[in-house]
């Protein structure tokens, strides 16, 4: 067998006798060999693109060119990419913004109620036994609401019918009535309008209210099974979200998001003490004057009143729409009632108590109320003075100090 003889590559790699292979540099001398702090291994050897060439072979396809170069035809590339992405997430979100509104709202409403949660904690109460309370207080203020709204309407309703035959008769007998049948045709004109096509407009008008009925129960329960995941894996969410800021902040934002849900949680408080108040002033007032069903119309009020700025008027209206079926002078007193009370209340009552709930000043509170309802409906006026709480903070713990020290 002929041996191979030694070459001076193989000399150069073979170490000499006596001598550890750590001892010996690698290829290259002390330039290839790696930096401190490297592997571990100091005799690795990086692929080159030699190496790989004799270890795979000669590519199949050719040798790769250089890099792309920024130019413009590939930047305006990437940015019509870039654009199509943002016009498909805008309709994404518009498509889906009566969900996203529920999850807000549902969101909202757990913040709110949150701290009545901690209260609970703080009196020894386990978390899921204190979520189940909140949350049944809540469900049973919606059927009280209900219950105390329902059997007045049957009632009138039911009342309704049963004169319907006599105030039939009555019109029969007019003799104005009949003149202004004949002379108008109103028979005629009547049978025209009972058609099949007005008839099947009237029911899909039916069908339609039907649909906004159901529809809008279908959202209360969803914002109220939402509220519930939403309660009870709060203090998760809340943690997941501090996470995602980086360590050496994490500190502060948690201390200051901490004061803003506060914030959040004051507000509702002091927007349900409003309504309460509104709510024992009507009943009050309806007991006073005389209405059928004070208590019911008391709900009635303060559930409007928890909508900002036109909730207030929207209770007025209803109770004053009573009074005048009651009596002429009883609506005069209603329609007073509430304008005098809307006055006190947005001026007196409502920049107080969420200026001692929420520290927003009262010139801070009105405006952004209208600011919020301008911009995002009911929404808006909502969540303004939360968010005016909110951007106070942020200012006066990170926007002052930051131009302090400069």
């Not at 309806?286 to 208590?295: D, I, Q, S, T």
Request: glycine share 10%; net charge neutral; aromatic share 8%.
């Amino acid at each position: 067998m002929i041996e191979k003889p030694e070459t001076a590559d193989d000399e150069r790699l073979s170490p000499p006798a006596g001598t550890s292979p750590a001892a010996v540099s690698p290829p290259g001398g002390p330039a290839d060999s790696p930096p401190p702090g490297g592997p571990a291994d100091a005799s690795a050897h990086v692929m080159s693109r030699a190496d790989a060439l004799d270890a795979f072979g000669e590519t199949k396809f050719g040798e790769p060119g250089r890099p792309l170069r920024r130019n413009p035809f590939l930047i305006g590339f990437l940015g019509g990419l870039g654009l199509a992405l943002a016009y498909a997430v805008f309709l994404g979100l518009s498509n889906a913004s009566s969900v996203l509104v529920l999850v807000f709202i549902a969101l909202f409403l757990a913040v709110g109620l949150h701290p009545a949660v901690v209260r609970l904690q703080r009196w020894r109460v386990p978390r899921g036994l204190a979520v189940a309370l909140v949350v049944l207080f809540v469900v049973g203020l919606i059927v009280g609401g209900i219950t105390a709204l329902v059997p007045p309407i049957v009632t009138q309703v039911g009342g309704f019918v049963e004169q319907l035959p006599s105030y039939v008769e009555a019109l029969q007998r007019s003799r104005t009535l009949r003149e202004l049948i004949q002379d108008y045709d109103l028979v005629e004109k009547v049978q025209s309008m009972v058609s099949t096509e007005n008839a099947s407009r009237v029911f899909g008008g039916v069908f339609g209210g039907a649909r906004l009925f159901f529809g809008t129960v279908f959202n209360v329960l969803t914002v109220l099974i939402l509220t519930i995941y939403f309660l009870a894996s709060f203090e998760r969410m809340k943690r997941a979200g501090y996470l995602l800021v980086p360590a050496s902040r994490r500190a502060r934002v948690q201390l200051i998001g901490d004061e803003i849900l506060a914030k959040v949680g004051a507000y509702l408080v002091g927007a349900l003490a409003i309504a309460l108040l509104c709510g024992l002033s009507t009943f009050v007032f309806a007991l006073a004057v005389g209405l059928a069903y004070p208590f019911a119309l008391a709900i009635v009020v303060a559930i409007c009143d928890l909508i900002p700025q036109i909730g207030a008027t929207l209770g007025a209206i209803v109770v004053s729409l009573v009074g005048f079926a009651t009596s002429l002078p009883i609506g005069i007193a209603c329609v007073i009632f509430f304008l005098l009370y809307q006055q006190v209340e947005n001026y007196l009552i409502y920049p107080k108590v969420m200026r001692r709930s929420v520290e927003v000043s009262d010139v801070a509170a009105i405006v952004a109320a209208l600011l919020g309802v301008s911009l995002f409906g009911v929404i808006g006026a909502l969540v303004a003075i939360p968010a005016v709480a909110a951007v106070q903070i942020i200012i006066r713990e990170v926007l002052i100090p930051r131009q302090a020290t400069r």
